[in-house]
């Protein structure tokens, strides 16, 4: 998984920076859109409130950057979520990865095969939202208190702003109404 490895370095370096992009809801983020409309340079993605980006659009803004994803991926992407989402059907999360796990919290069982492994894309389900309530990145290690770490954009926001790529865990992520979390290999691995 040389490229998830690579996405995730970047984005661990960004929360390490504090860097911060401007954030909007998932239908009223514009900024992958304009880029898929050569309107804007992959640089100028969430640079601003007009070019702003969601959870969902962070990963994938990176991938642009680095030349991993295309339009035609993101055609793919988004067009079989909305799909999905008009058809009421589960399957949003296949166009993602491979082969998605369920997060369970065994903490307490020998080995990590049940944790997200590096570069890994990990959703949070909510009746708000559906499997798109909140996505991170894994980072494929635990710390000091035996937590999943992940690097986060905007989450628990509702009003457009600028906010920071942070470096957090999925146990403090886990908010009240998440009912599973997922994970899966992303299709840029």
């Given amino acids: 998984m040389p490229r998830a490895n690579t996405i995730i370095a970047h984005a661990e370096r960004e929360a390490a920076a504090n860097t911060q992009y401007y954030w909007a809801p998932f239908m009223t983020a514009a900024g992958i859109l304009r880029w898929m409309e050569k309107e804007i340079s992959a640089n100028a993605i969430g640079k601003s409130a007009d070019t702003a980006i969601c959870c969902f659009d962070y990963p994938l803004m990176l991938c642009i950057r680095y030349g991993y994803l295309n339009s035609g991926d993101l055609n793919k992407i988004y067009g079989n979520l909305i799909k999905a989402e008009r058809n009421k059907e589960s399957g949003a999360l296949s166009y993602w990865g491979y082969k998605l796990s369920v997060w369970q919290d065994?903490?307490?069982?020998?080995?990590?095969?049940w944790r997200p492994r590096r570069g890994d894309i990990v959703f949070f389900n909510a009746a708000v939202g559906g499997d798109l309530n909140h996505v991170v990145l894994a980072c494929g290690a635990i710390d000091v208190h035996g937590r999943s770490k992940v690097v986060s954009f905007g989450e628990r926001l509702e009003k457009p702003?600028?906010?920071?790529?942070s470096a957090t865990t999925v146990e403090e992520l886990k908010q009240a109404g998440h009912t599973t979390v997922k994970f899966?290999?992303?299709i840029w691995a």
């Fill in 161 to 165: 702003q600028k906010t920071t790529v």
């Fill in 106 to 113: 065994w903490a307490g069982f020998p080995g990590g095969y």
């Fill in 184 to 186: 899966t290999q992303p």
